[in-house]
């Protein structure tokens, strides 16, 4: 088949890692594959396989460079937007989703029609909800975020999920989703648990290559950006009740770096946090670690998980809303700890005494690229009443 997987850019982030290694597995299971990215920069990820076709598609430009496209951009700033906060996507993304659709057409003019086109997470796809086409799946990366009014979001619902084949990421996402659809009395064409891929021997050769700014003392490690959806103020709080004679380091950067940095001086334990910014590969530094720690307030999946399985490293997680339960199920369940840094220190103490933890190759079968490639590909089914 010719898939295409649409993403709203190409910067280092989970999101778009999971983008071009879904695009990767439709190469690697003989599919011609593309993806599109919907900026042309930052550019920081590149598909891995040498026959996935890359596209760009400057959504903002394409929208400035039509004839009504400047008018409708600035009323929608200047005056919808501020009349309806957040609702930008509302009056821009009838142009947008057209634009794209034409877009779409010259690829298809170009290297035929696409049996599956896959939109990657809410903030690619809302803003080109005016484009509707059967054979289009949309993938919840997160679980539903009640952040407005329910009138409001009941109209974004509307436009961006109603009688659209859906895929979820895990079965938490799952349960959002059908719990928002029904308070906003949505039906969506289809709805499904379709899960990450996790490109095993690929994350294994890029975490054999080296890095000179691995410490070499023993460490822990979290990855992610520095936002307060991942909960690293917990972690440091957790790590300074635990006092392990491992390093903290966090992979990673965004607003609150110097803010957590203050938190770690104030904590006493500066001296044992490493802040190493954003790296391009970051599966060397999971191999290197002793221990991976999740501590976020919510995660549709948490890739990082099964990235740091596959690179045989143990991993511990707050059981925090969302998917992470999809990673931590069977023997697995024991590594979750309540959300608060009492529990966590505790189970990074627990885990550290019992190193080395044998990694089991069956914690990651629900990942395999090749039943994802599948159920992407398959009809999908009828939504259950």
């Not at 949505?186 to 691995?214: G, M």
């Not at 910014?277 to 999946?301: I, T």
């Not at 045989?312 to 369940?333: A, H, Y």
Request: net charge positive; proline share 5%; with cysteine.
């Amino acid at each position: 088949m010719r898939t295409l997987v649409v993403i709203h850019s190409l910067k280092m982030g989970g999101m778009e890692r999971v983008a071009v290694n879904l695009a990767d597995a439709f190469a690697e299971e003989g599919h011609e594959s593309h993806i599109l990215s919907c900026r042309n920069h930052p550019n920081d990820l590149q598909p891995n396989h040498p026959d996935v076709h890359l596209h760009h598609h400057d959504q903002l430009k394409a929208l400035l460079k039509s004839v009504i496209g400047i008018p409708v951009f600035l009323l929608s700033r200047l005056f919808l937007g501020i009349i309806v906060p957040k609702s930008h996507f509302i009056w821009v993304g009838w142009l947008s989703g057209w634009l794209l659709k034409h877009k779409v057409r010259v690829l298809e003019k170009q290297h035929g029609r696409f049996d599956r086109i896959i939109f990657r997470g809410l903030g690619t796809f809302k803003y080109f909800w005016s484009f509707h086409d059967d054979r289009n799946i949309y993938v919840l990366e997160n679980v539903i975020h009640h952040d407005r009014p329910l009138w409001q979001k009941k109209l974004e619902w509307r436009l961006v999920f109603k009688n659209r084949h859906l895929a979820c990421v895990s079965s938490g996402v799952y349960a959002s989703a059908t719990d928002a659809f029904k308070q906003g009395s949505i039906a969506p064409k289809s709805l499904r648990v379709i899960t990450n891929p996790c490109p095993i021997k690929e994350i294994q050769a890029l975490a054999e290559l080296s890095d000179p700014d691995i410490p070499e003392e023993p460490y822990i490690l979290n990855v992610g950006r520095l936002v307060p959806q991942k909960g690293h103020d917990l972690l440091l709080r957790a790590y300074a009740l635990a006092q392990p004679r491992q390093k903290l380091v966090i992979v990673g950067d965004g607003a609150l770096r110097e803010s957590l940095e203050q938190t770690a001086r104030e904590l006493g334990i500066s001296a044992n946090v490493i802040f190493a910014g954003k790296r391009r590969n970051p599966y060397n530094w999971m191999r290197h670690a002793d221990l991976f720690v999740l501590s976020s307030e919510f995660e549709g999946l948490g890739i990082v998980l099964t990235e740091a399985l596959a690179c045989g490293t143990p991993v511990i997680s707050v059981d925090c809303p969302g998917g992470i339960r999809d990673v931590f199920k069977g023997e697995l369940e024991c590594y979750l700890s309540q959300m608060t840094a009492g529990s966590l220190a505790d189970l990074m103490n627990r885990v550290l005494s019992e190193l080395p933890v044998t990694i089991k190759a069956e914690w990651l079968s629900d990942f395999d690229q090749k039943r994802i490639v599948d159920l992407f590909l398959a009809t999908p089914p009828p939504l259950r009443a």
